[in-house]
């Protein structure tokens, strides 16, 4: 008996090749993008780009015109970025570095514990700080000196409190991992206080990801929120103490912002003044992140993040994302784990595998048309 093997014959289990390719799930490694410092940025965010990121639909208002190094507008709930300037740049971040430190150390000391104050645990603070009236040999209780880090950004606190929390170098090591557990790359930390020191850096993005993992924390959200309080002194003596966020309080020349939650602002020589701030209305809460703004006017870093709340409420639903402050999510490759950016599910890569499934195809069809014809010519010779 003889088996003849045609070219449509050929063809069509080359067909059959092609179809049982394309049923084939995706290789796991297609959509995979790496993660940790150094490692590819997911390409389709635009805010790894320079300049301005915004997407614009009909109807969306116009920008309004900033001036600082860095900005991002971004909504609370969702992590959509709405638009942003230089989102990565590395800048020192001054006291707004202080919402890691709070997410760092916040869960771990309990509100009502005591604590002594020693003089060890006020040295290596910075000339100039901002101090909210630690004493050495005054007994307070946590809750104290986190109102104190909160409103008066005081640096003697943050010391006081890195000391309950094992010490300076360990709260440092754990605010590195803090932010790269949540995907904040771009920040540097070397003091926990956000005091200006070689190589301390954050970014726009980053310090917008702690605004808001913070406000997931009730204790955080409700510290940064505070507009007065007291600060024990001696004996059963108290002082007052107020929030220096103006946005918040509506002090000293700026109104506040009407539904603000607060965060946290910061100053210092080489970081400028900074900020870190969030608002509801309508249902809706967004957050936003100025650093630096450049006309060096006393108030514009209020008066610029008010402008930006007040774009990113009316352009809501009116722009298209140019990110998300999600972290990655993890992914398994069969290299080990890797990491996919959480607002982009990994797609099956249809141009990738149609030209996996021609090859796979192809090479089916030729394998099956060989072994036909060395039978037929087996069965010829028989």
Known sequence: M???????????????????????????????????????????????AS???????????????????????????????LAAHDAHRALPPASTLKTLFALTVLPVLPADTRHTVTNRELQGIGAGSSLVGVQ?????????????VFLNSGNDAVHV????????????RQMQAKAHDLGALDTHVVSPDGYD?????????????????GLQNADFRRYCGTVESRFPADGA????????????????GVAAYPGLIGIKNGYTTNAGNTLVAAARHSGRTLIVTVMNPQRHRGHDVYEEARSLLDWG????????????????????????PTAVPTAAAA????????????????????????????????????
């Open 2 to 48: 003889t088996i003849r093997c045609s070219p449509r014959t050929a063809s069509s289990w080359c067909l059959l090749g092609v179809i049982w390719a394309l049923a084939l799930p995706a290789h796991p490694a297609a959509s995979d993008t790496g993660s940790g410092p150094g490692a590819p940025r997911p390409a389709a965010s635009l805010l790894y």
């Open 51 to 81: 300049g301005t990121q915004v997407q614009p639909r009909s109807g969306a208002p116009a920008l309004p015109d900033v001036s600082a190094l860095s900005w991002v507008v971004g909504d609370a709930t969702t992590g959509e970025v």
């Open 136 to 148: 050495e040999g005054h007994t307070y209780q946590v809750s104290d000196l986190w109102r104190g």
């Open 161 to 172: 409190l890195a000391a309950i929390n094992g010490g300076v170098p360990s709260t440092v």
């Open 197 to 213: 020191a070689d190589g301390q850096v954050s970014s726009a993005y980053d310090l917008a990801v702690f605004g808001r993992a």
């Open 237 to 252: 003596a108290s002082f007052e103490i107020a929030n220096t966020n103006r946005l918040l309080t509506g002090r000293d």
């Open 313 to 336: 409420f009316t352009a809501a639903g009116r722009v298209t994302p140019v990110g998300s402050l999600l972290p990655e999510r993890p992914a398994v490759s069969r290299s080990g």
């Open 347 to 382: 797609a099956p890569d249809w141009p990738a595998r149609a030209v996996l499934a021609g090859t796979v195809g192809l090479a089916v069809g030729a394998v099956v048309a060989l072994a036909l014809w060395l039978r037929g010519r087996r069965s010829a010779r028989g």
